[in-house]
């Protein structure tokens, strides 16, 4: 015996062992223990060991991207069948199922097992799956494109997981906290999750994860055009993959180094890291990585030339995305044609190719890419001198890039508006705004594009007639074309030279540069920060240049400073790598001596006079997540008074503009507002009639989905004004302006239900003598309800299924076509119980119950049921031009107290019959009842609720309901009069009062007093 207790105690050693490995990021040797475990045959997959090992082994082949083996591992269970496990295991295989669901790429399976698994979870207080739960609704919801839902669910994640300690898991969740706040353009959160992660990350051996994150905050950094940074963090990727690699991730890797040497003219580096990662995408024989890298040659290419090469590559990347139907990379690939063709001044191919990215990009809904789609456009006319398309399409994109944290596609929208400036209106401003994008390029270390910037500048002074100082500028952009290697721009600059050169007078000669010393004019530079004020990213970099400009500074730089005192370069200009590192030890010393003095205002100016010669450092604004903004300036150490009130307004300028940009953040972030939190506070759903507390849950739900384009499926039963919900939504959702269409599944005939859903072309079937649109497509854009969708034919749910999952409907005898509907499904049937039974698909139902508001019957929401009275008391009223004096408070005892089993809709039917067979001018009575409420009446209405047995039992929530019960049993026992009610229940009436507000039960103060 004491030896199978031995046994018993060694093999959960080893349960803990394995755990412990993997909250270290061993995963393979956490694999090899949970092998070793299961494969000794002493824990059957039922037993509690079994499933916890089991689940754990799952997870573990899911993080080193063995989903096959995972699926193995959970074979012995039926998620439609875990009744017979204790409720904790059955949570913990629910989790497990959720996540595997995610990685099949079946999020609405994903998310309804996670929220089942959530809701047996919250009460065991297992806090280490609610981590894992939570974090695996967070992922679903981001594939789903729920990006608050998401943010939300992984803020829930990080909580749980640090209740739990578990450091690995809080870092993974970081990480992808940080993709979403890099979705909703807030890349300075993004960098703060990425290094929280990092820090947390610090004590395990997950090189591969660090890889991840340093991988996503070089594409951040990437993407902002920072590539300096970007490029330093994807070296330090690449470092840690050297002890733990992974072909993926190091091929990313590569490529996105090859990305930042184009931009940044270093074409040789670039050569190599895209050879290394195509070379991985052919030795694992991975089609859509090769496609995705050979793209990036293709660019390489084009900048170098050989327009023939580059083309050749590109149109073998958009194959081979066609090919295995990867939109977004055929949009890159479309993009990077047109912008081969542009290069190659074959505008007719370029705007084409644009074009069809700009449609594609739309479809996918990939903002980023439709707006470099949007530029092309632009740079296309502008090269077709057709001015007004490409100016159109130029505020097209500028408009759109507005909202979205890319600086290096603002410097390509700045240099198309410089040019159509400088040609129709203001040649001055014109010039001006050819000087600030080149420095952009400049401050972004973007070579080619400094020069195809100078160049373009040289070809708006041409049409000035300005030869003298265009000669100088094609001459500037040919020598650096030819340091790049750029054969053919820079051939093309020396054409443009000559011919300059040619046009200008022998006497006429450039004007040399000279040096200003007369100060800046300060509105040109206040308006171009404030112009700035959309996005936080934008006003550090403007507010960088401006300051330059105001100080006559040789250079400048923004940098991040972290809670712990990291110092990060958001943004620098004219500073070498010895630049940067003077620059942050610079302000390294200030901040430390501004902590140890508290200095601010005043003192902080008085600070910069002692400060070493040249450098200027200034406090700008604290970050949302810890630590401040700085600015730096090598600039003379003498600075005039007239220059530091320009530098001083300036920064004036930012901090206003930063407060207004976090005050933005912070009301998107917000939770909807719910009115019913607030006492007598009106409802935004005016239609719905409700004041419950069971109904406020509705409502608050109905306030977050609102202007939502997911599927929501309404349970309720019949009668509890689903309809009406549904009508609520839309008349509240940004389709208000659209058709609201309710379909009833189960009065469409079955034979019919298809054509009067997807429509039919005449002629595709017997009696088809006229074409015929269908409900969906009458929707579009708007509303479409489905109600009784447990009803739906089931030769018919697939097709419902296609539509639900890609917006895609087939018409009898028509081809495919997309359709923008949102659906609203609604059901009094048991779902989950038809799947069981085979009457209902189940990847239908997962799709479905996505998103889920369970409307409670009208004998759960009593307190209501006076107000749910007047207003079909008035209504009715004044549809039959009656006038009633009201209803008696006996009468209306009568009908708080009666069950309702046909709910709202029998509620409404009763007043209906009163209203009509009563006189006008009278009090409606308990006479005027029907006989089932009076009778029912006449037996005590026994305290109900309801018990699940095969869930956890949660005595303090019954003790409650029956509670909040008992109150309103009372309260209409006694016709809502508070003292007799209070009496009867043995409690003072002032505590009665404090119940009542407590539970939020309504009565009517007319009914208090005591009769004489």
Not at 35 to 47: F, M, P, Q, R, Y
Not at 691 to 707: I, Q, T
Not at 721 to 739: F, M, P, V, Y
Not at 818 to 845: C, P, S
Request: charged share 30%.
């Amino acid at each position: 015996m004491s030896q199978i207790f031995a046994n018993d105690s060694a093999r959960s050693e080893l349960l803990v062992r394995a755990q412990q490995s993997t909250d270290r990021g061993d995963l393979k040797g956490a694999q090899k223990l949970l092998l070793d475990l299961i494969g000794s045959g002493h824990d059957v997959a039922e037993s509690e060991r079994g499933v916890q090992a089991r689940v754990q082994l799952a997870e573990v082949y899911e993080g080193l991207s063995h989903y096959d083996d995972a699926d193995d591992v959970l074979a012995p269970y039926d998620v439609r069948n875990l009744d017979n496990l204790p409720t904790h295991l059955r949570g913990q295989l629910l989790v497990a199922f959720g996540s595997h669901a995610y990685w099949q790429d079946d999020f609405p399976r994903s998310v309804t097992l996670l929220n089942r698994a959530k809701e047996i979870l919250e009460p065991t207080g297992d806090v280490v799956n609610l981590a894992r739960a939570y974090h695996s609704l967070g992922r679903a919801y981001w594939a789903l494109d729920e990006i608050a839902l998401a943010r939300e669910h992984y803020e829930l994640a990080i909580e749980w997981g640090r209740r739990a300690r578990k450091d690995r898991s809080v870092a993974i969740s970081y990480m992808n906290l940080g993709l979403v706040a890099r979705q909703e353009g807030d890349v300075d959160e993004a960098g703060m999750c990425y290094r929280r992660a990092l820090r947390l990350l610090r004590n395990t051996t997950d090189e591969v994860t660090r890889a991840r994150l340093q991988t996503n905050q070089g594409v951040m950094q990437l993407l902002q055009g920072n590539f300096y940074e970007a490029a330093n963090s994807l070296r330090r990727a690449l470092d840690h993959l050297a002890s733990a690699p992974s072909d993926h991730l190091t091929g990313i890797v590569y490529n996105n180094l090859a990305v930042i040497s184009i931009y940044t003219g270093e074409w040789s580096e670039a050569e190599s890291h895209i050879q290394q990662a195509l070379e991985i995408a052919r030795r694992v024989e991975h089609r859509l990585w090769e496609g995705e890298w050979t793209e990036t040659l293709g660019n390489l290419r084009a900048h170098q030339g050989r327009t023939k090469e580059a083309n050749e590559h590109l149109r073998f990347a958009l194959a081979r995305a066609k090919e295995l139907n990867s939109k977004k990379d055929e949009t890159q690939a479309l993009c990077s044609l047109s912008r081969l063709w542009l290069m190659a001044r074959n505008t007719h191919l370029a705007l084409t190719y644009a074009r069809n990215a700009r449609e594609l990009a739309r479809e996918i809904k990939d903002e980023r890419l439709a707006s470099e789609a949007a530029i092309l456009m632009a740079e296309g006319y502008r090269r077709s001198d057709k001015w007004m398309p490409a100016e159109d399409w130029a505020k097209v994109a500028q408009e759109e890039l507005e909202q979205l944290p890319y600086p290096y596609l603002d410097a390509l929208v700045q240099k198309n508006i410089a040019a159509f400036t400088s040609r129709r209106r203001d040649p001055s401003r014109g010039e001006r705004l050819f000087k600030q994008a080149e420095e952009v390029f400049r401050s972004m270390n973007a070579a080619y594009q400094t020069a195809v910037t100078v160049f373009e500048h040289g070809e708006s002074l041409v049409r000035r007639g300005e030869h003298a100082q265009a000669f100088e500028r094609f001459t500037e952009a040919a020598e650096q074309f030819h340091k790049l290697g750029a054969q053919l721009d820079a051939e093309r600059s020396e054409r443009e030279a000559q011919r300059a050169s040619d046009k200008t007078p022998a006497w006429q000669l450039a004007q040399p540069a000279s040096i200003s010393l007369v100060p800046p004019d300060v509105a040109p530079l206040v308006m171009q920060v404030l112009q700035a004020a959309s996005g936080r990213e934008r006003v550090l970099r403007e507010l960088m240049f401006a300051a330059k400009q105001a100080l006559g500074a040789d250079a400048a730089a923004i940098f991040a400073a972290d809670d712990e005192g990291q110092l990060y370069a958001q943004a620098t200009i004219d500073l070498d790598e010895a630049g940067r590192e003077h620059a942050s030890a610079a302000i390294a010393q200030h901040l430390a001596k501004e902590r140890a003095a508290g200095r601010s205002g005043k003192e902080e100016r008085a600070f910069h006079a002692r400060a070493p010669v040249a450098d200027h450092c200034h406090t700008l604004a604290p970050r949302r997540s810890g630590g401040a903004f700085v600015l730096y300036l090598r600039a003379p150490a003498t600075v005039s008074e007239r220059r530091a009130e320009i530098l001083e307004a300036l920064i004036g300028c930012a901090r206003l503009a930063l407060q207004m940009i976090d005050l933005r953040t912070d009301m998107r972030r917000a939770r909807p507002f719910n009115p019913l939190a607030l006492p007598d506070a009106q409802n935004r759903f005016q239609k719905v009639i409700a004041a419950s507390f069971v109904m406020r849950d509705v409502l608050a739900r109905m306030e977050r989905l609102k202007d939502s384009d997911a599927t929501i499926l309404l349970l309720g039963e019949s009668g509890t004004g689903k309809e009406i919900i549904a009508q609520s939504l839309h008349e509240e959702s940004n389709r208000r302006e659209k058709i609201f269409l309710p379909f009833n599944c189960t009065a469409a005939p079955r034979e019919l239900a298809e054509s009067q859903l997807f429509g039919h072309k005449k002629g595709s079937f017997t009696g088809a003598i006229n074409d015929q649109r269908g409900i969906i497509r009458a929707a579009e854009g708007g509303t479409l309800f489905l109600d009784e969708i447990g009803d739906l034919p089931s030769e018919i749910q697939p097709k419902l299924l296609r539509f639900l999952q890609g917006g895609e409907i087939m018409p009898l005898g028509e081809n495919p076509r997309k359709v923008d509907v949102r659906v609203i499904a609604a059901t009094n049937r048991d779902l989950e119980q038809d799947v069981r039974q085979g009457r209902f698909r189940e990847d239908l139902y997962y799709r479905l119950n996505t998103f889920v508001i369970k409307i409670p019957p009208l004998r759960d929401r009593t307190e209501d049921i006076p107000l749910l009275v007047s207003y079909f008391l008035e209504d009715t009223c004044r549809r039959n031009n009656r006038q009633l004096a009201g209803i008696t408070p006996e009468a209306m005892g009568y009908l708080a107290r009666y069950q309702w089993p046909g709910n709202v809709r029998q509620l409404k039917s009763e007043i209906e019959r009163i209203v009509v067979f009563a006189e006008d001018g009278q009090y409606v009575g308990a006479e005027s009842l029907s006989s089932d409420i009076l009778n029912s009446a006449a037996t005590p209405a026994p305290v109900h609720f309801n018990l699940d047995f095969s869930k956890q039992i949660n005595i303090k929530e019954i003790l409650i309901e029956v509670e909040r019960q008992l109150l309103t049993e009372a309260l209409a026992r006694h016709n809502g009069n508070v003292t007799r009610a209070a009496d009867q229940l043995g409690l003072r009436r002032q505590t009665l009062d404090y119940k009542l507000r407590r539970f939020h039960i309504a009565h009517q103060p007319g009914n208090d007093e005591e009769e004489g």
